[in-house]
């Protein structure tokens, strides 16, 4: 995609606009080398997402998916973000009250500069006991066999596994957010996993301009007002491209607004 096929609605919907939404799945980490789960590649490819990220896959092999975690946890540890993250904390200036709203458990926007972020999913740097809940933030060694809590309880990524309900607090945040957006742009995400794939619609619903940018159209495609196809480590650095010359144009004056 080259900066001129972003139309230029879009940059002028963008300029009136103070509430923006960065709605952000796996797919704007693979250019960090960080695998998504679906499409060529992905981990769940391999197996069932059910086997691993589930209460039942840990009740049945608590050690398989602790390992797998520990697995994605290493690679997760050797690898930063990328300009599609960078572009996302930079449209941060423009827009003070911009949300990312991630199912990632990465923590790449964060490490990027963003710093108003909802993990709606977790984050795989923490963990917790599965029994009593008690937090472990970096108490954990990392060639940690299946840790224990002290009350006994084995110990789990700090993440929300299918069949789990999300953080409350977190995802009522979300929908408020989403319901106040402006421009809610859905980012890198094969929008099927609910609750998080409910979210732009709500947002498109309340009359916002509703942005995908994936590199295949997804179930939301035809919901949506723009739809950038291509890599969002591309299209993202483009967008803020094309927002910040419209705005020096308009601050040198040009006659338009
Ligand atoms: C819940 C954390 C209430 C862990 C994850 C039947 C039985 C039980 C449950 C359900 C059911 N039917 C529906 C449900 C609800 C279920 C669900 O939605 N299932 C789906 C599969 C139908 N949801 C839940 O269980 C949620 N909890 O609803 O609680 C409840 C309870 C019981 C019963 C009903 C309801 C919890 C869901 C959270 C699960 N945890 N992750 C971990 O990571 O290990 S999910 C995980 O998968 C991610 O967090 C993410 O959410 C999801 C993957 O989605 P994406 O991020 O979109 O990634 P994906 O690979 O799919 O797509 C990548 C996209 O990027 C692609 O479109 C690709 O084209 C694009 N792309 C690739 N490269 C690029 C790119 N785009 C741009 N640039 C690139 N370079
Ligand atoms: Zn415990």
Excluded at 66 to 75: A, K, N, P, T
Excluded at 184 to 189: A, D, I, N, Q
Excluded at 220 to 227: E, G, K, R, S
């Amino acid at each position: 995609m080259t900066i001129n096929e972003i139309p230029q609605s879009l940059i002028d919907r963008l300029r009136r606009a103070r509430r923006v939404v960065f709605a952000t799945g796996a797919g704007i980490s693979a250019e960090s080398g960080v695998p998504t789960f679906r499409g060529e590649g992905g981990i769940w490819n391999k197996m069932r997402p059910e086997e691993l990220a589930s209460v039942d896959g840990f009740m049945r092999n608590p050690n398989l998916v602790w390992e797998w975690y520990q697995h994605r946890r290493d690679l997760m540890s050797k690898v930063a973000p990328n300009p599609g993250h960078h572009a996302i904390a930079a449209f941060e200036k423009h827009f003070p009250d911009a949300v990312v709203i991630t199912q990632n458990i990465d923590g790449l926007h964060r490490r990027a500069g963003s710093t108003r972020i909802l993990e709606l999913h977790g984050n795989i740097s923490r963990n917790k006991c599965f029994d009593c809940g008690r937090l472990y933030e970096r108490e954990i060694d990392p060639d940690a066999e299946l840790p224990h809590c002290g009350c006994g309880g084995m110990i789990r990524p700090d993440v929300v596994w299918f069949g789990e309900m999300l953080p409350h607090d977190i995802l009522q945040a979300a929908f408020e957010a989403s319901e106040a957006a402006e421009v809610f742009l859905s980012v890198g995400t094969s929008a099927v996993v609910q609750p998080a794939a409910s979210l732009p619609l709500v947002a498109a619903r309340r009359g916002a301009c509703l942005v995908e940018v994936n590199v295949e159209p997804t179930p939301l495609t035809p919901v949506a007002d723009v739809f950038l196809q291509g890599k969002s480590g591309e299209i993202l650095p483009l967008l803020l491209e094309r927002f910040e010359a419209r705005k020096r144009q308009i601050v040198a004056g040009d006659g338009t607004t």
